[in-house]
């Protein structure tokens, strides 16, 4: 199983962006996904999650600026970024829990995909 994110790039603040992530392999069932972030010199931090159902959750300081939306039918997460602001400068990583063909349940992350917000 792997998880592909992509979407990451330079963009002015006030500015969108969507991030996409396509999981592929031996999957049987994708369970939640999410997106976290990682600044320089930070700990890793949610920025939104969703449930199998359409459930999210997202801190308060992303609520309002950011969305979570699934594709159930092309293993695809995305996150919709708008009103960019610099400190939201980070590498974004997806994750998901996904049962796979095995009946193995287990977490997958992607490679991180860079978000650079100018002043």
């Known amino acids: 199983v792997q998880l592909q994110a992509s979407g990451g790039g330079l963009v002015q603040a006030g500015g969108s962006l969507r991030l996409s992530c396509v999981a592929s392999?031996?999957?049987?069932?994708?369970?939640?996904m999410a997106w976290y972030r990682q600044a320089p010199g930070k700990q890793r931090e949610l920025v939104a999650a969703i449930t199998t159902g359409g459930g999210t959750n997202l801190p308060d300081s992303m609520k309002g600026r950011f969305t979570i939306p699934r594709d159930n039918a092309k293993n695809t997460v995305y996150l919709q970024m708008n009103s960019l602001k610099p400190e939201d400068t980070a590498v974004y990583y997806c994750y998901a829990d996904i049962r796979q063909l095995s009946l193995i349940t287990d977490v997958f992350w992607g490679q991180g995909t860079l978000v650079t917000v100018s002043s």
């Open positions: 392999g031996s999957i049987s069932s994708l369970n939640s």
